[in-house]
Every structure is written in structure tokens, then in C-alpha cells.
T-cell receptor
Framework: LAKTTQPISMDSYEGQEVNITCSHN???????ITWYQQFPSQGPRFIIQ???TKVTNEVASLFIPADRKSSTLSLPRVSLSDTAVYYC????????????FGTGTLLAVQP | GAVVSQHPSWVICKSGTSVKIECRSL??????MFWYRQFPKQSLMLMAT?????????EQGVEKDKFLINHASLTLSTLTVTSAHPEDSSFYIC??????????????FGEGSRLTVL
């Protein structure tokens, strides 16, 4: 199972773009990279997923370099409600394959 | 996206009693579900993998006789905390993948169940 490393915390202000980087040096060929958001006392919520290059959806972008040993979650124009813990997970999605959570990054957005 | 539902969302019990938490996949079938535990200000820790029709696989350090898992159907897994003690107080979260879905790694999570043992 690929181990991930993220900054423990980040601070930002409303309206700024936030980039959270995750290192996953031992990512396997079949592994996807998935980011989740978690608010206190709630289950994690899917944000975005990618395999290589760049992926964009309505809430975020995910940048993955060619060697796939890291990835960057980009949140455009954050708001106070984006204050949460963000987790980066890597793994192959076979139904029985488990995913292990790292420490996550606590993003604190200030007015 | 797919929906995973947990019940109850919170429960308070006396020390020594047993508590059952249900995890249901509402619009998909899941041959495998995962149970996580999360203590305050910590990450989610995988407790066990629940397999439909067979025994669960427990992570190292998790007592199988303490945390009973039953996955009797393709849409329901239950976690029973037996003889609960205050140190078992935690946030329990289940997750599942769609057995028929693409192998992309996305897990669908329940809302979590907050257990408080007095």
C-alpha cells in the first residue's frame, strides 16, 4: 500500500487559491490518486480523482506530474466553508482493496 | 454518486453494554465494506474489512472478539462493539465500493456513528 505524506496544516484567506501537495513515492502502476474532504463529525466526502496529468471538476483541480510520485490538489477561491481536513489517498480500486488514510491536511480559511 | 448510510448517527451507552452500528449501501451492491475508527483530531484508522458471506479481516491490533462484524448481505454490514468501555468512545465510519463499478479506487463513506460510552 502506498504511503502518503501531506502538510499537517495550512492557512489561507477567503478568495485565495490553495494548493495542497501530497507525496506518494511508492505509488504502484495501477494506483489512482483520490482526494477527500472531511468536516468534523462527518464521513469523508469525495473531491476529485486522477491517474495522471491534470483533472478538473466543478470544485477542484488535480495536478499529477509524469512520475506520479506526488500530486497537488488545487482549490480555487476558497471560502470559509472550505475549512476542513483534506486527505490524499492512493490505491487500486479493486472492490476488496483497502485504502489507508494518512494524517491529512487541516486547511483553515480565514476572513 | 453512490450512497452509504449508517445508523445510528450517535449513541450513548453504559459501560459493559454492546452496541450495534449498521452500514448500508443504498443504491449499489458492495461485496466488501470497510470499517474505520476516528479519535478526536486524528485520522481515520482502518479497523477491518467486511466481506459478504465470510469472515471479516481485521487490522493488526484490532480485537475481533471485541468488534464483531457481520456482512450478511450485499448491502448491509454491521459492527457490534461488545462490552463497550469508555476507551471505545469514538467516531466509527464505514465505507464501500460499488462491486460492479470501475476499479478507480473511489470509496463511498457513510455519515459516521458517534459512540459515547459512559
Amino acid at each position: 500500500l502506498a504511503k502518503t505524506t501531506q502538510p499537517i496544516s495550512m492557512d489561507s484567506y477567503e478568495g485565495q487559491e490553495v494548493n495542497i501537495t501530497c507525496s506518494h513515492n511508492n505509488i504502484a502502476t495501477n494506483d489512482y490518486i483520490t482526494w477527500y474532504q472531511q468536516f468534523p463529525s462527518q464521513g469523508p466526502r469525495f473531491i476529485i480523482q486522477g491517474y495522471k496529468t491534470k483533472v478538473t471538476n466543478e470544485v477542484a483541480s488535480l495536478f499529477i506530474p509524469a512520475d506520479r510520485k506526488s500530486s497537488t490538489l488545487s482549490l480555487p477561491r476558497v471560502s470559509l466553508s472550505d475549512t476542513a481536513v483534506y486527505y490524499c489517498l492512493v490505491g487500486y480500486g479493486g472492490a476488496t482493496n483497502k485504502l489507508i488514510f494518512g494524517t491529512g491536511t487541516l486547511l483553515a480559511v480565514q476572513p | 454518486g453512490a450512497v452509504v448510510s449508517q445508523h445510528p448517527s450517535w449513541v450513548i451507552c453504559k459501560s459493559g453494554t454492546s452496541v450495534k452500528i449498521e452500514c448500508r449501501s443504498l443504491d449499489f451492491q458492495a461485496t466488501t465494506m470497510f470499517w474505520y475508527r476516528q479519535f478526536p483530531k486524528q485520522s481515520l484508522m482502518l479497523m477491518a474489512t467486511s466481506n459478504e458471506g465470510s469472515k471479516a479481516t481485521y487490522e493488526q491490533g484490532v480485537e475481533k472478539d471485541k468488534f464483531l462484524i457481520n456482512h450478511a448481505s450485499l448491502t448491509l454490514s454491521t459492527l457490534t462493539v461488545t462490552s463497550a468501555h469508555p476507551e471505545d468512545s469514538s467516531f466509527y465510519i464505514c465505507s464501500a465500493r460499488d462491486s460492479a463499478g470501475a476499479n478507480t479506487g473511489e470509496l463511498f463513506f457513510g455519515e459516521g456513528s458517534r459512540l459515547t460510552v459512559l
